[in-house]
């Protein structure tokens, strides 16, 4: 197995917003930690002005860890896209499996490392990601990582995303199977 790769030149340098295709306000994940071939880590620290930051209970609910895995899978395609040269594309997430969240909301002040390793993929674009959400342990603490989140998470990535959304992906007919999401 290949060892993880640490950032040093360029990627760590570089602003999230490289790898993926979010801009403000909706980039949630703050850097790359880490990468390795169908493995990306990455890591948030929760802030008031972090996307869905709820003031009242100074946290970030729960749910929203469906998207930093998200976001955090859309910058290993991004990474991946810039290691060929290529340009970053559009992905859309189609769901998960196996969805579990151990902790309540995501704490001010604290940081937080998601974990995605690529399981499937298949040509057309479809792939299934294992994805794992770790509280990382305060400064000078001796505890260890504490999961708070897990899922498979389902999402598609289309090679010509305006033809996807227009229902043209393929042989350019507009049939039932060719529906952009939502139809």
Do not use: W
């Not at 703050?30 to 929760?46: F, H, P």
């Not at 930051?53 to 990474?79: C, T």
């Not at 959400?133 to 598609?156: C, H, K, R």
């Amino acid at each position: 197995m290949m060892p993880f790769i640490q950032f040093n030149l360029p990627f760590a340098e570089q602003d999230i917003t490289d790898f993926i295709p979010h801009r403000a306000p909706m980039i949630l994940v703050d850097k790359i930690i880490a990468y390795q071939r169908d493995i990306l880590v990455t890591e948030v620290t929760i802030t008031a002005q972090s996307p869905y930051f709820d003031d009242k209970h100074r946290a970030v609910p729960n749910y929203v860890g469906i998207e930093y895995m998200a976001q955090s899978i859309a910058a290993l395609a991004g990474v991946e896209a810039k290691l060929r040269n290529d340009k970053i594309r559009v992905g859309f997430l189609l769901g998960s499996r196996k969805l579990a969240l151990h902790a309540k909301q995501y704490e001010f002040g604290r940081t937080y490392r998601t974990h995605v390793k690529r399981l499937y993929q298949e040509e057309s674009g479809l792939a299934v990601f294992d994805c794992q959400i770790y509280l990382m342990p305060e400064a000078g603490s001796d505890q260890d990582n504490t999961l708070v989140a897990e899922a498979n998470v389902n999402v598609f990535q289309p090679q010509d995303t305006q033809a996807y959304l227009a229902g043209n992906q393929g042989t350019g007919d507009q049939d039932a199977t060719n529906k952009p999401l939502g139809h």
